[in-house]
């Protein structure tokens, strides 16, 4: 703890908020080139209280990077995303894309449902066409600089932070 000019203590690394409800939130990506992104998403889903995190491929998470969130977050790992993508559609996720495609809208205007499913590309590659056929809505974050895209881990965590603005409390 510290003070202030005026006496005032700060808590500092405080417990996180509690949720009114569990969020309905899952975080599913397609073979990433970097642990490091991976493990920086995974640190983050947690963090926003996801439900869980989908990896693809030879996702690893590396336990420095994602911290608690290696152990407080459910992960699995498939071979391929498409098949997942089709059983969370069935168990009435709304599948999200985040990727910039000519018909994806902008984040800062997109009303996520609460039941969602967000769909993070490969940091070259994006989404395949395969998964973007499979997807319900795209959003992107506008840029307005180079280079012409965030980080991958980068702009799931803008996305996570922009779902959670939308539902604070779960």
Do not use: W
């Amino acid at each position: 703890m510290s003070g202030d000019a005026d006496g005032f203590v700060h808590e500092r690394h405080k417990p996180g908020s509690s949720l009114e409800r569990p969020r309905e939130l899952v975080v599913a990506c397609v073979p990433m080139r970097s642990n490091v992104n991976v493990s920086q998403i995974a640190r983050t889903a947690s963090a926003v209280g996801a439900e869980r995190l989908i990896l693809t491929g030879a996702a690893k998470l590396i336990s420095k990077i994602a911290r608690d969130g290696a152990e407080s977050l459910p992960v699995s790992v498939h071979r391929t995303l498409p098949p997942v993508l089709q059983r969370l559609r069935g168990e009435g996720y709304r599948l999200v894309g985040l990727e910039q495609t000519t018909g994806s809208s902008s984040l800062y205007t997109y009303a996520f449902q609460r039941r969602t499913a967000l769909v993070v590309g490969n940091e070259r590659l994006g989404l395949s066409e395969e998964v973007l056929s499979l997807l319900d809505d795209v959003v992107e974050i506008p840029v307005y600089g180079m280079p012409h895209s965030y980080n991958a881990a980068i702009a799931t965590s803008i996305s996570l932070y922009e779902y959670c603005r939308q539902f604070p409390t779960g």
